[in-house]
């Protein structure tokens, strides 16, 4: 069993001005295998994004540790955390966050060239990607000019343009119709199974996480069953 990700009793607080501190995660606990389609669902408030952004290390937890291919991550600088963040996470969101003033391709190819890739080939990978989510012909349209859906796509394109072993996915279809929520969806499952690379993906949406492997259950900052 090789584990991409392993999280042993997880905490999160925040604390505000004086008042007393929020516990928004209660001691998560849980392995990820390398190559694994991950749903973590739960109500609103129930600490999901949150139990996301430090899977990604965007945020750290208050008490626990995190291991991301075996390396620990609690007690590793913020510059250490970033190279590492770079070099093995992809990332969607729910809003897409792209450049406006920037085309499709601009957009996806920006990330390499800001690794130091030189531009030329920055953006013959950036249309490699585009490609394969179906964007061929939009490569030169802005944000503006795409569909919400279109839109998703470009993100996924950007998300996976430095081939990341482990893409994370908060509610990547919340903003879009049943329908091409759907289609999203089955191009996520298409790149992990064509990739095989690892996707934790989080969703409000049961038919949605129905065609994940394992689905998470998140009630109360605590993993259920």
Not at 167 to 191: F, I, K, S, V, Y
């Amino acid at each position: 069993m090789n584990l991409i990700i392993e999280a042993l009793d997880i905490h999160k607080s925040y604390q505000r001005d004086k008042a007393p501190p929020v516990e928004v995660l209660r001691g998560i606990t849980l392995e990820i295998e390398e190559g694994e389609f991950v749903a973590i669902m739960g109500p609103s408030g129930a600490g999901k994004s949150t139990l996301l952004h430090i899977l990604g290390l965007i945020d750290r937890p208050t008490q626990g540790e995190l291991l991301l291919k075996g390396e620990r991550t609690h007690e590793m600088e913020d510059r250490d955390r970033a190279a590492l963040r770079n070099r093995f996470l992809g990332f969607v969101f729910q809003a897409h966050y792209l450049l406006p003033e920037f085309t499709a391709l601009e957009n996806v190819a920006i990330p390499l060239i800001i690794g130091g890739l030189d531009p030329g080939q920055a953006r013959k990978k950036a249309q490699g990607v585009l490609n394969r989510v179906g964007l061929t012909p939009r490569l030169h349209h802005k944000p503006s000019e795409l569909s919400g859906g279109e839109q998703q796509r470009v993100a996924v394109a950007r998300a996976l343009v430095n081939d990341p072993a482990l893409l994370l996915a908060d509610e990547p279809t919340g903003n879009l119709d049943r329908e091409t929520g759907l289609q999203l969806m089955d191009l996520l499952l298409d790149l992990h199974r064509e990739r095989g690379m690892t996707v934790v993906m989080v969703t409000h949406d049961p038919l949605l996480a129905s065609k994940a492997q394992h689905i998470l259950k998140l009630v109360d900052g605590k993993i259920e069953g």
